[in-house]
């Protein structure tokens, strides 16, 4: 079975700073990595993935994640927030093979203050 | 292309009750789901189908069903709705490793 923890349940940071969510996995078979964002009232939307290659990937919004498979991480950063950013960030895994199931993080609620 | 649509955005049951909430797809995915959200707990998976006429289990199944007559539609139904299943219920098409969410349903059970 797969678990996923999200270290941060809120993170407060102002614009134009750096911000870093957290997220570490549990697995006993190889997964695909992924982030979704939710804005207020709004369904979840892929924010970006890893599947396999380059371990740092990007979003077209600035944000990227780095998989760190010693580790079992795969941290989102933004070098720099905007309000726009204001969002809740779920982490979320799925193991190759078998019936795939997406498994999901707590979620982090970012909030950017001005 | 509405993608995944779900119907009602928004519910109120009394204890008891029995409900439907719909899902619909028009991009011909054959795997959908459906998750609840719950504060500080993410998503989890209550059904999943892989194609029509095929269901299964996920993490919180008990107090829903779930049939899959055809690609489109996936239905859960709450048969005695109670408190607990207060939530927000999203359903889910997937094609390869990308996941398409709806807009969600918020249920509250009185």
């Known amino acids: 079975a797969q678990s996923v923890t999200q270290l941060d349940s809120q993170v407060p940071v102002f614009e134009e700073a750096p911000v870093e969510l957290r997220c570490n996995y549990s697995?006993?078979?190889?997964?695909?990595l992924f982030w979704y964002v939710q804005y207020p009232n709004q369904g979840l939307q892929l924010l970006l993935k890893?599947?396999?290659?380059?371990?740092l990937v990007e979003s077209i919004n600035g944000f990227e994640a780095e998989f760190n498979k010693s580790q079992t991480s795969f941290h989102l950063r933004k070098p720099s927030v905007h309000i726009s950013d204001t969002a809740e960030y779920f982490c979320?895994?799925?193991?190759?093979?078998?019936?795939?199931?997406?498994?999901f993080g707590q979620g982090t609620r970012l909030t950017i203050n001005p | 292309n509405a993608g995944v649509t779900q119907t009602p955005k928004f519910q109120v049951l009394k204890t008891g009750q029995s409900m439907t909430l719909q899902c619909a797809q028009d991009?011909?995915?054959?795997?959908m789901s459906w998750y609840r959200q719950d504060p500080g707990m993410g998503l989890r998976l209550i059904h999943y189908?892989?194609?029509?006429?095929?269901?299964d289990q996920g993490e919180v199944p008990n107090g829903y069903n779930v049939s899959r007559s055809t690609t489109e539609d996936f239905p859960l139904r709450l048969l005695s709705a109670a408190p607990s299943q207060t939530s927000v219920y999203f359903c889910a098409t997937r094609t390869g490793v990308e996941q398409y969410f709806g807009p969600g349903t918020r249920l509250t059970v009185t």
């Open positions: 890893y599947l396999s290659g380059s371990t």
């Open positions: 189908s892989v194609g029509a006429g095929i269901t």
């Open positions: 979320a895994v799925r193991p190759f093979g078998g019936a795939q199931k997406l498994v």
């Open positions: 991009m011909n995915h054959e795997y």
């Open positions: 697995s006993s078979v190889s997964v695909y």
